[in-house]
């Protein structure tokens, strides 16, 4: 069965500091991948998905990148973070566009 | 943009009754429809997928589409307190691709109360 995990858990960082939060997916080849980023109270916003080794859509413009080195493999990644980029952030992935995503467990990120 | 709207809620009914979860979508070309229910600090886990006009059934939980109306709900019979969480629908604009990017609503936040 295909199972998708997300690392770290938790993760407190300074205004100004990197980040990277990997996401890899077990038991599938070639799966769409996705970023999300849902902030207190609010709905989930697409940051990044992707189709295929270093095949990387941005949805939103921001101080944020994703890569996906591997085939089941996806990062995301800020060289300097903003207050405003502190959030709940969750990879997904889906098979087809017809079956929806399974999300990780996701990374509380805040940022101080 | 595409948008999906839900109310937001809170919601709040009584152990065994029939929670009644409402959302709306703005594009007409929208193909896939999906419930993801959100507890507290976790996340979305998806619990009902619906394609076709009508109501599809999974214990408990029963989805209605309606493309013409642009407007998918989400029954949930004999509630119980275990179901009280964020409810989050979610459309596909797959617009006949191989990937599809998932258009979330707000969420409604449902409660119930024993």
């Known amino acids: 069965s295909q199972t998708i995990h997300q690392w770290p858990a938790t993760l407190v960082q300074p205004v100004g500091s990197p980040l990277s939060l990997e996401c890899t997916v077990e038991g599938t080849s070639n799966p769409n991948l996705y970023w999300y980023r849902q902030a207190a109270g609010r709905g989930l916003q697409l940051l990044f998905y992707?189709?295929?080794?270093?095949?990387i859509s941005s949805e939103v413009p921001q101080n944020l990148s994703a890569s996906r080195p591997q085939d089941r493999q996806f990062i995301l990644s800020s060289k300097k973070l903003l207050l405003s980029d502190s959030g709940f952030y969750l990879c997904?992935?889906?098979?087809?566009?017809?079956?929806?995503?399974?999300f990780g467990s996701g990374t509380r990120l805040t940022v101080v | 943009q595409k948008e999906v709207e839900q109310n937001s809620g809170p919601l709040s009914v009584p152990e065994g009754a029939i929670a009644s979860l409402n959302c709306t979508y703005s594009d007409r070309v929208s193909q896939s429809f999906f419930w993801y229910r959100q507890y507290s600090g976790k996340s979305p886990e998806l619990i009902m997928s619906i394609y076709s006009n009508g109501d599809k059934e999974d214990g408990r939980f029963t989805a209605q589409l309606n493309k013409a109306s642009q407007y998918v709900s989400l029954l949930i019979r004999d509630s119980q307190p275990s179901d009280s969480a964020t409810y989050l629908c979610a459309v596909n604009d797959a617009g006949g691709t191989s990937y599809g990017k998932l258009t979330f609503g707000q969420g409604t936040i449902l409660t119930v109360h024993p």
């Open positions: 997904a992935w889906s098979a087809t566009a017809n079956y929806g995503y399974t």
């Open positions: 992707s189709i295929g080794i270093d095949q």
